[in-house]
């Protein structure tokens, strides 16, 4: 008799424990679990939304010169190439044609791939200022990389 008595004490114990604890730890859990997905989630709209507008602010820096506009996609385009050990590199700057459009540039640049990449790489970074228009790579005398590139930047924001 005592020890049916202590086996339903037993029950009763793990039946108390199990709707007592058990199962408002597993509602807790699974609630913070949907806290935490909800909170990724935002934090990744929020990163996406984050470049673009970084590529909004970088893309309406352009001067408001043309000339001015011109100088500084040069030196965008010189930037990218800077420290890299490119060759027969050529950069051209002119201003825009159109009314968005402040400066019009073209980078031509020969050397191993992963120089003429980082190059472009440069170029393409939000923070340069500049939009991509055509990205080329075809095979260079010598066996490296040709690189041309030709870029815009815009006047005020698109």
């Known amino acids: 008799m ?10 009763v114990a793990a039946l108390g424990l199990h709707f007592g604890v058990t199962l408002p730890a597993r509602r807790q859990r699974d609630e913070v679990r949907d806290g935490f997905a909800r909170g990724r989630e935002e934090r990744e709209r929020l990163r996406a939304q984050a470049v673009r ?9 352009a001067p408001a010169g043309d000339a001015a506009a011109a100088r500084a996609l040069r030196l965008t385009l010189l930037q990218a190439a800077e420290g890299l050990p490119l060759g027969a590199v050529r950069i051209a700057a002119e201003p825009g044609r159109g009314s968005s ?15 003429v990449l980082r190059a ?16 080329s790579l075809v095979e260079a005398r010598g066996g490296g ?14």
Do not use: I, T
């Not at 005592?2 to 029950?11: G, I, N, T």
């Not at 990389?145 to 698109?158: D, Q």
């Open 2 to 11: 005592k020890r049916r008595v202590a086996a339903v004490l037993l029950v």
């Open 53 to 61: 507008l970084e590529r909004r602010a970088a893309a309406g820096r």
């Open 101 to 115: 459009e402040a400066a019009r540039g073209r980078l031509v640049a020969e050397g191993r791939q992963a120089d």
């Open 145 to 158: 990389v040709r690189l041309e590139v030709e870029a815009f930047s815009v006047r005020g924001e698109w």
């Open 120 to 135: 472009a790489g440069r170029l393409a970074e939000p923070a340069s200022g500049v939009l991509l228009e055509r990205v």
